[in-house]
T-cell receptor, first 118, second 113 residues
């Protein structure tokens, strides 16, 4: 059973370009979470999605960032018009299906995508 | 608002020492607490998850304890090895929302041969 997969592992963009980060959850998992780790800072929650639904996006910057988890295919974190401050490691995690308020879910993490904005 | 603090921020020890890493959280109404390891430039490896009903979990040379009432968890590493060098992170689900993990800043551990 393959773990959570993220690609690309490393992504370099110039200021103003778009970045697309992909996350394939573990087989059978229907919940996806995105976290960001800025240099010298801790991990911060960005967004929680289920298939075709955004459940909690309270950690997403108001502009330029969007996320989706379509019925088919991976979850995508999209950053438009990237700036140098977007340079960070972006981690995706997934957890098994269950009630929205499942109390004991474990989140399984992918290897991360390291975004560098030049 | 849940906040997670880890001390010390950095630790350097000679090989073979037993050591303790600390994690504290402000809201004791947690469902679980998880310890992770992160190697430089790498992803996150889950080490131990303690459910709120448990007091401790063990895996090999690692032992994690949880005291909900005092808002503390400790990660004990026995007989440390250079391969244990990494950053250790603890995380708890956000109070009132157990889907969103709140993270400490981590303890950077160096075990010297």
């Amino acid at each position: 059973n393959a773990g959570v997969m993220q690609n690309p592992r490393h992504l370099v963009r110039r200021r103003g370009q778009e970045a697309r980060l992909r996350c394939s959850p573990m087989k059978g998992h229907s919940h996806v979470y995105w976290y960001r780790q800025l240099p010298e800072e801790g991990l911060k929650f960005m967004v929680y999605l289920q298939k075709e639904n955004i459940i909690d996006e309270s950690g997403m910057p108001k502009e330029r960032f969007s996320a989706e988890f379509p019925k088919e295919g991976p979850s995508i974190l999209r950053i438009q018009q990237v700036v140098r401050g977007d340079s960070a490691a972006y981690f995706c995690a997934s957890s098994p299906p269950g009630p929205l308020a499942g109390p004991t879910d474990t989140q399984y993490f992918g290897p991360g995508t390291r975004l560098t904005v030049l | 608002k849940q906040e997670v603090t880890q001390i010390p921020a950095a630790l350097s020890v000679p090989e073979g020492e037993n050591l303790v890493l600390n994690c504290s959280f402000t809201d004791s109404a947690i469902y679980n607490l998880q310890w992770f390891r992160q190697d430089p430039g790498k992803g996150l490896t889950s080490l131990l998850l303690i459910q709120s009903s448990q007091r401790e979990q063990t895996s090999g040379r690692l032992n994690a304890s949880l005291d909900k009432s005092s808002g503390r968890s400790t990660l004990y590493i026995a007989a440390s090895q250079p391969g244990d060098s990494a950053t250790y992170l603890c995380a708890v689900p956000n109070a009132g929302n157990n889907r969103k993990l709140i993270w400490g800043l981590g303890t950077s551990l160096a075990v010297n041969p």
